[in-house]
């Protein structure tokens, strides 16, 4: 009888992140991975799981705390490893660790593949997570349209964020800002943060809005950054309640997918979603 692969922490080794790199490649696309998880490594380094068998690494989990609430990611499993169960059995994993440190909700956003594996372990849909791809070309300039400030100090927004998001993500906004040195975008109002967005490799985000002008001097300052408007598609994800999907369409993106946004436990979680500029990514929220 085949003995279970060994769920066990994921460690920030070079062994291990250059097998979980290869395994989501496989399991997702590429290009590498290795960054993204390097980064919530440093964030959370005892809530990222692996399944090991034979000395491989053949699936992976994680999640990120945020408070009362969790976020479950990068749920992958090596082709040759798929309909063993692996994935329902990591995510249950994840989940019971996350409820075991406080959290009373933990959400994720499921492809169509893998949403059956979160509801049979209880998960319900109650929403969608959009996939915009930004224009190839920076919007038209308006006239004596007022500039977004670049942002120097990545606490300055701390604050704003986590009233928006709903739950403390310090750690992530912070980890991003010194492994990936983004380009950060601010709009203040009254001397205060009313806004802020991370330009990325290949992603707008994260990053929110107090209003729809706020949101769009920040899109516009992105959209004309060079790196924004490279070879490469750069999505942006926001949740289906964004009150920004109208000016996003009018600026030039257009929807490439869409994920279903379930949570497990306390089905309602803090924060003005709807505000939510864009996420950190689909594992993060």
Request: glycine share 10%; proline share 6%; aromatic share 8%.
């Amino acid at each position: 009888m085949t003995s279970e692969p060994e769920i066990r922490v994921l460690r920030n080794t070079d062994s291990d992140l250059t097998q979980v790199d290869r395994l989501l490649t496989t399991a997702y696309r590429p290009p590498s991975w290795r960054r993204e998880v390097e980064v919530y490594l440093t964030v959370q380094p005892d809530g990222w799981f692996v399944a090991e068998e034979g000395g491989e690494i053949v699936a992976m989990a994680g999640a990120l705390l945020y408070g009362a609430f969790c976020w479950v990611g990068l749920v992958g499993t090596l082709p040759d490893h798929e309909r063993r169960g692996l994935a329902t059995r990591l995510s249950a994993h994840v989940s019971d660790w996350a409820m075991s440190r406080g959290c009373h909700t933990v959400a994720l956003d499921a492809s169509e593949k893998g949403r059956p594996v979160y509801e049979r372990l209880g998960f319900e849909a109650v929403g969608e997570t959009l996939a915009l791809i930004a224009p190839a070309a920076p919007p038209a300039a308006t006239p004596n349209w007022p500039q977004a400030d670049r942002l120097a100090v990545v606490d300055e927004i701390l604050a704003l964020d986590l009233t928006v998001f709903g739950g403390d993500r310090a750690g992530l906004l912070r980890a991003i800002w010194e492994v990936e040195s983004p380009r950060g975008y601010l709009v203040r109002e009254a001397g205060e943060p009313a806004g802020y967005l991370f330009s990325r490799e290949r992603l707008l985000g994260p990053g929110c809005a107090r209003s729809t002008e706020v949101a769009e001097r920040l899109l516009r300052a992105a959209l004309s950054d060079p790196a924004t408007t490279s070879d490469d598609e750069t999505r942006l994800l926001v949740p289906a309640e964004c009150a920004y999907t109208d000016l996003l369409l009018g600026l030039g993106f257009h929807e490439s997918r869409r994920l279903t946004h379930m949570r497990l436990g306390d089905l309602g979680i803090p924060g003005e979603r709807r505000l939510l500029l864009g996420q950190a990514s689909f594992a993060a929220g």
